[in-house]
């Protein structure tokens, strides 16, 4: 890691490349994020990612693009507060899936007829993770039932409301990118929250009570280790109001970097297998995604890769 003490005004700059096992679909990883970036937090330009980030003491701003040698990303953090530590790292790698070892992965869903050639065409497929447990959470009650580019709007309305304000960014490309996404225990305590985002009663009380439930337990949406079983994950998260399986397997594959979370009811699952036109329900998808496990998150990104309109949401 490189430190240059005067990189910007009030910031503190550092360098960090990133190993990774190739092969690694970059352009794919920044394409997901860019469809997803919430104004005022992340943006995408060229082959660069960047947003706000804060981390234990440590906050500021981060920039990611292909390092110069191969197989390695490159971290370039602008810090007003703090340093990098070990939990900002594993962080980043868990954001863009930087310890899977794709051998395996691809040896298994490659023997599947329907996959093989989806994996021949992109084996450097990655699941994207999320930078924070709680924000992916919530992108994912934002999400339900409405299109991609509403979620956004809603999540740049809860930001403008309720995140930490950062001061001036050190870099033109951190311009726009001022705040930094909001804490559970603020939007937990958030008054008519559904009237301030403009969403349905119902959507605004899940989403509170998902708020209450991480500020109460921050281990419930992770840490970036990704230690927890699958089922009981699934479990704690189903039992929350306003999160269905959709939501909870949803979380499962970003957010607590669960390989085999697998959301059976996705539409655009249904459509990427289909028969003659004939879609599967959830349980006869589920029958035909057994033969995936261990790696059906993996699986699921692929089919939703392959068909560009059958994206999840969030």
């Not at 339900?144 to 409301?161: D, E, K, S």
Request: contains cysteine; aromatic residues 6%.
């Amino acid at each position: 890691m490189n430190t240059d003490p005067a990189a910007g005004p009030g910031a503190r700059r550092f360098l960090l490349d990133l190993p990774l096992r190739p092969p690694y679909d970059w352009p794919a990883m920044l394409g997901f994020l860019a469809l997803r970036a919430i104004p005022g937090v992340e943006a995408v330009h060229g082959e660069a990612y960047a947003r706000s980030i804060r981390v234990d003491d440590a906050r500021g701003w981060m920039l990611v693009r292909p390092a110069p040698r191969e197989s390695a990303l490159r971290a370039e953090l602008h810090l007003v507060q703090g340093s990098p530590g070990p939990r900002l790292l594993a962080r980043l790698r868990h954001l863009f899936d930087l310890d899977t070892d794709p051998g395996p992965m691809l040896a298994h869903l490659g023997r599947d007829a329907l996959l093989e050639p989806l994996v021949a065409a992109r084996p450097g497929l990655r699941v994207p993770g999320a930078w924070e447990g709680f924000e992916l959470g919530v992108r994912a009650v934002l999400g339900q039932q409405v299109t991609l580019g509403a979620a956004r709007t809603l999540a740049a309305r809860l930001v403008a409301l309720h995140g930490e304000a950062l001061p001036a960014p050190p870099d033109a490309v951190f311009a726009g990118i001022d705040r930094l996404f909001p804490r559970a225990a603020r939007v937990a305590e958030a008054q008519e929250l559904g009237l301030a985002l403009r969403m349905p009663r119902a959507r605004a009380a899940a989403l509170c009570g998902l708020a209450r439930a991480a500020a109460q337990d921050p281990g419930l949406l992770g840490d970036g280790t990704g230690t927890q079983a699958l089922e009981a994950s699934l479990a704690r998260l189903r039992a929350l109001p306003g999160i269905g399986d959709w939501t909870a397997q949803y979380i499962a594959m970003r957010a607590l970097r669960q390989p085999d979370a697998f959301p059976a009811g996705d539409v655009g699952l249904a459509r990427a297998v289909a028969v003659d036109g004939r879609r599967p329900g959830a349980p006869e998808l589920l029958a035909r995604a057994a033969a995936w496990r261990p790696w059906r998150a993996y699986a699921a990104l692929h089919l939703w890769t392959a068909d560009a309109g059958a994206g999840p949401r969030k």
